[in-house]
Structure formats: structure tokens, C-alpha cells
């Protein structure tokens, strides 16, 4: 079985066979799938629990090093009381429940998002998850809750201004230092479930060269064989990283599948 080394994830033997470094998806249509079987929302939430637990399991099979998925965006708030308490509380439980099993096969599990404004229970539960499996390699996953794109930014500038940096200094490089998830390379494919064709502002400057995947298949519905066909997608296509107007040009190998 390949597997990526986060440490040193461009020399394995899955990375050579076009298998992404880092994969982000939007977990999107949970509350449709709910609808069409008449069930609450909440059913349909949970539902997507197990459905990320099995997508994690097949990304560290398939020799991902990295999975990103927004968990709970900082527009997520304004959704009914009722439905974000019961949000918090499945995070609480999921976790409770899957830490162990995700420790034991390797994956370690990362936070990235605004935890200032989630209760004390929420945040500690998160912080005790990545804690408890910082050692692992196998996979990296984090969960971008109370996150947003816009706010990333917004909080990577802040704190070069609070370093001091003169402006001169500041480029591209320096901004994604400042990144929340300035220990992940960019996301290589981005997935949206759910039929919507959107970014929803999630990992805005992380992604502005990823390969978007976007699927009809409501995420309680996406599984095994819904990666291997975004997969399949990713590496079907031609990466230029920005060039373009070269159509006749062949891409480089550092340019990949």
C-alpha cells in the first residue's frame, strides 16, 4: 500500500502515479439527503459523519497526505440555533468516538479556523483530538471549522503587521507563511458535493491553483468509489499553474498528471 509522507510528500511512489498531495472538499448537501427521506436535518449530518470517517480511510489508502474539510464555515452561524447546537454537539460526540480508531491508523487530525468565538466544550474537544494524534504521519486531516477564506487572510495580515515586517518584505511566499494552514501544501484538488458550483470562500488563497472537481452526489452519498472518480478527474487533466494561451505547449514534469 503507497502512502504520502506529510514531511516529504513529492517522492513517493503515489505521488509519482498522479495521486494528489493534498485533497480539500466541501461537504456540501447534507440536508438535502435528510429531505429526500424525510428525516431532520440532524439525521442527515450524521449521516455525513460516517461518511467522512470512510472517506478519510479511503484517502490514506489511496496515499493522500492530506484531507481538508470544512467542517463548519464562519457563515454557518446563521443557520437556525437549533440545527448549530446540534452541529456542536455532534462534533463533540463524532470525535469522542472516532479519535482512537483515527490515532490507530495513523491519521493525524489538525485544526484550523477562528476557536475564539466556539464554546469552551467545542474547542476543547478539537484541541484534545489534534493533541492526542500529533504524532501520527499517515494522513493529516484538518478540520477547517469556524473558518473562512476571507478571514484566513484577514488574520495572516495581522499578524505580519504585529511582526513588524516592512511592507517591502511582504510577498507571496510571506503570506502563506502567515497562512493557518501554513504547515499543508496547497490543495492539488478541490472537491464541492451537492451539485453547488461554488467556492463558498473556503481556502481562498490555498486553492488558486487547484484543480476543481465539482459532483451532483450529496456528501452523506460519497464514498469509496465518488473519490476515485474525482481522482480519475484530477488525473485526467493537464496542470499549468497559471500559464496560459499555450495550448500546443507540453506540460513540464514538475507540472504533473
Known sequence: MSSVNPADPGKSSAALAGVPRHVAIVMDGNGRWARKRFMPRG???????????????????????????FAFSSENWKRPEEEVSGLMSLLILALSKHVASMKADGVRIR??????????????????????????DRLVL??????????????????????????????????????????APDPDLFIRTGG???????????????????????????????????????????????????????PSASQGA
Open 196 to 250: 453547488e458550483v461554488r467556492l463558498s470562500n473556503f481556502l481562498l488563497w490555498q486553492s488558486a491553483y487547484a484543480e476543481l472537481v465539482f459532483t451532483d452526489c450529496l456528501w452523506p452519498d460519497f464514498d469509496a468509489a465518488e473519490l476515485d472518480k474525482a481522482l480519475l478527474a484530477y488525473r485526467t487533466r493537464e496542470r499549468r499553474f497559471g500559464d496560459v494561451g499555450q495550448d500546443d505547449a507540453a
Open 43 to 69: 439525521m442527515g449530518h450524521k449521516a455525513g459523519v460516517d461518511a467522512l470517517i470512510k472517506v478519510v480511510q479511503a484517502s490514506a489508502d489511496r496515499g493522500i497526505g492530506y484531507l481538508t474539510v
Open 111 to 136: 485544526v484550523v479556523g477562528d476557536l475564539t468565538t466556539v464554546s469552551a466544550q467545542v474547542r476543547q474537544a478539537l484541541l484534545d483530538a489534534a493533541d492526542a494524534t500529533r504524532h501520527n
Open 142 to 183: 484538518t478540520v477547517a471549522f469556524n473558518y473562512g477564506g476571507r478571514w484566513d487572510v484577514v488574520q495572516a495580515c495581522r499578524q505580519i503587521v504585529e511582526a513588524g515586517l516592512d511592507p517591502a518584505q511582504v510577498d507571496e511566499a510571506t503570506m502563506s507563511r502567515y497562512m493557518a494552514m501554513s504547515y
